[in-house]
């Protein structure tokens, strides 16, 4: 059982930065597939970035491949999105979800409440 918290969204100018920060709390945080998912308005939720337990497997959505890292660090409890290059079409809500193999928006986890990110141009 895990609970998740995200933050670090905001508003950034086209072309900007930002670090998302998802933090759990609970035990065996190191025994779940993280990752990173965004919603806009009017569409559905899709996968931005996935790591694997011990954070040495890392999968990207092509939309962020190159601007996005996705990284955990387990002694912390805490996995991360580096943002950079923001476009308008960046601008969503965005989860951190923990789960088994196969991590989906539609497979069974535990998510966060969700932070908010504005890209303004």
């Known amino acids: 059982q895990v609970q998740l918290v995200e933050s670090g969204g905001g508003l950034v100018q086209a072309g900007g930065s930002l670090r998302l920060s998802c933090a759990a709390s609970g035990l065996g945080f190191s025994c779940y597939v993280m990752g990173w998912f965004r919603q806009a308005p009017g569409k559905e939720r899709e996968l931005v970035a996935t790591?694997?337990?011990?954070?040495?497997?890392?999968y990207y959505a092509d939309a962020v491949k190159g601007r996005f890292t996705i990284s955990r660090d387990n002694a912390k409890n805490t996995m991360y999105l580096q943002m950079n290059s923001l476009e308008p079409e960046d601008a969503a809500v965005y989860y951190c979800?923990?789960?088994?193999?196969?991590?989906?928006?539609?497979?069974?986890?535990?998510w966060g409440q969700g932070t908010q990110v504005t890209v303004s141009s």
């Open positions: 979800k923990a789960g088994g193999g196969g991590l989906a928006a539609i497979t069974p986890g535990y």
């Open positions: 790591i694997n337990r011990s954070g040495s497997s890392t």
